[in-house]
Nanobody, 126 residues
């Protein structure tokens, strides 16, 4: 069983950058697919980005070219680098993990993930 903890959220001006971290404990994260999701008040949770156990990546159209997902297996952590942030990126961001089948699959719906972090607030405002 893996436990996930997000960090790195905060308040940033439009056009700024933040890096979210998803630190895992209890298991080795490199056999898991990891996804980042976000949920704004009154809206459904949406997929932002995902990384497969084989380091393939996937992005929502709304963040493509601005966000980058990566993993550091030595730190058992997955990152989401967010650049050129916009007010519409304001949300609570969650990381999630699952052992995928097949191994190179990147789930992109919340129902496909089993383990979840507690969330990190990202606010983009001037």
């Amino acid at each position: 069983q893996v436990q996930l903890v997000e960090s790195g959220g905060g308040l940033v001006q439009p056009g700024g950058s933040l890096r979210l971290s998803c630190a895992a404990s209890g298991d080795t994260l490199n056999v898991y697919a990891v996804g980042w999701f976000r949920q704004a008040p009154g809206k459904e949770r949406e997929g932002v980005s995902g990384i497969s156990a084989t380091d393939g990546t996937l992005y929502a159209d709304s963040v493509k070219g601005r966000f980058t997902i990566s993993r550091d297996n030595s730190k058992n952590t997955v990152y989401l680098q967010m650049n050129s942030l916009k007010s519409e990126d304001t949300s609570v961001y969650y990381c999630a993990a699952v052992i995928p089948h097949p191994f190179n699959y990147i789930p992109f719906t919340s129902a496909e993930y089993f383990y979840w972090g507690q969330g990190a607030q990202v606010t983009v405002s001037s």
